[in-house]
């Protein structure tokens, strides 16, 4: 009978379950929270409190839901698991920071992300093509094979200490007595002879010589249960890695989720600019426009400062940063030497700081709106 392994909360009324048949997922509780006992479950610390058991998962009030009824929600909310991992990568500065910086490590991710989605596709492919024959057991049986190094090595990159699976270990065994290394396995511990008249779409025979033994067994394999178990243990081991990169993230955001960036920059921000224009047709304002420029200098420094805590000064967001330095410096030093002070120049550079500016404040509310909500 289906159970569930383990229960826990992930963000908002998102559980991360994994069930007794090795699949694993999200499941939303939100759509029964307008539902008899189920209101219950809207106060979040209560949330918290679920629990495992044979049958699904449940609490203390008595509010619960079968393992069918998880593994069916699970399955219809799913998404393209190596996508909803490569997709929070890309979007996370958090989690960029940590892998971007090692060449080797970044390097090994992306190739192993790829490789994930081909040999995906390869066995799709399989599964469409009408072709039957040597060739195309052989590439189903080594798609297997990649696709779970890959999991492996997108797992060693990102730190996630992935537990075994059993259905995929047998997979991995079957490949290995198969096409890895029948002639010859485990240094003349056994020998392996797949039947070729035996080839079909879903399924061949193997023959398998165990040495100390002296005896021979034959394997009818289910090459259609391999491809259900590969997508399963895979999908799994995907769900596995994306809770734990959500943790990353999630925990990042929290720390710094009550500093809000566009508030490092001033409310009188339009009003120094404004000075600063003025200051290009009067000389008598270039002393107020002069003092005006430390106090953008420090909102510009103090931004990038907030922005680099988080990982979010990316290269594009450090290039306005600098050019924003670059004009007041500019700026400043106009004002300094007013033997060469030309207004118009001097407007040039306050529009260009102006536009900069700008665009750091877009740059600083697009980071504080994401870090308002938990990823998921």
């Known amino acids: ?195 070729r008249a035996s080839i079909t779409k879903h399924k061949f025979a193997m023959l398998s010589h165990i040495a100390k033994e002296g005896s021979d067994k034959f394997i009818d394999v289910d090459i259609d249960r391999l491809i259900e178990d590969q997508r399963v243990g895979i999908d799994s081991q995907l769900e596995k890695i994306h809770y734990h990169l959500c943790q990353i993230e999630n925990k990042n955001r929290e720390e710094h989720r009550d500093i809000i960036l566009v508030e490092t920059f001033h409310s009188s921000l339009d009003y120094l600019l404004q000075k600063i224009y003025e200051s290009c047709h009067s000389d008598d304002r270039i002393g107020q426009a002069k003092s005006h420029i430390p106090m953008i200098r420090e909102m510009v420094e103090e931004f990038s400062k907030q922005a680099e805590s988080r990982n979010e000064l990316d290269e594009h967001t450090n290039y306005i940063s600098g050019r924003c330095i670059y004009a007041l410096d500019q700026l400043d030093r106009f004002y300094s030497e007013q033997s060469e002070f030309d207004g118009q120049v001097v407007e040039v550079y306050c529009t260009f700081l102006e536009i900069k500016l700008k665009e750091l404040v877009d740059i600083a509310k697009e980071i504080d709106t994401q870090y308002q909500k938990d990823t998921s």
């Open 1 to 195: 009978m289906l159970g569930v392994r383990s229960v826990c909360h992930h963000n908002g009324y998102v559980l991360f379950v994994e069930l007794t048949n090795d699949k694993s997922g999200y499941f939303d509780v939100s759509p029964y929270l307008d539902k008899g006992i189920f209101v219950r479950l809207r106060d979040m610390d209560y949330l918290k409190i679920v629990k495992p058991d044979t049958f699904g998962i449940f609490w203390p009030e008595g509010q619960d839901f079968s393992a069918d009824t998880i593994e069916h929600e699970i399955r219809n909310m799913k998404e393209s698991c190596i996508d909803k991992v490569r997709g929070l990568v890309n979007s996370s500065r958090k989690i960029l920071g940590m892998v971007l910086p090692d060449n080797k490590s970044w390097n090994m991710l992306c190739s192993s992300m790829d490789v994930v989605g081909d040999t995906d596709q390869a066995i799709s492919e399989y599964v469409e093509n009408q072709e039957t024959g040597c060739l195309q057991l052989y590439g189903l049986l080594q798609a297997f094979f990649l696709q779970q190094d890959a999991i492996g090595s997108i797992a060693q990159v990102l730190g996630v200490d992935l537990p075994g699976h059993s259905k995929l270990k047998w997979i991995r065994e079957i490949r290995n007595n198969a096409i890895g290394h029948p002639t010859n396995r485990g240094n003349g511990r056994s020998f392996h002879y797949i039947s």
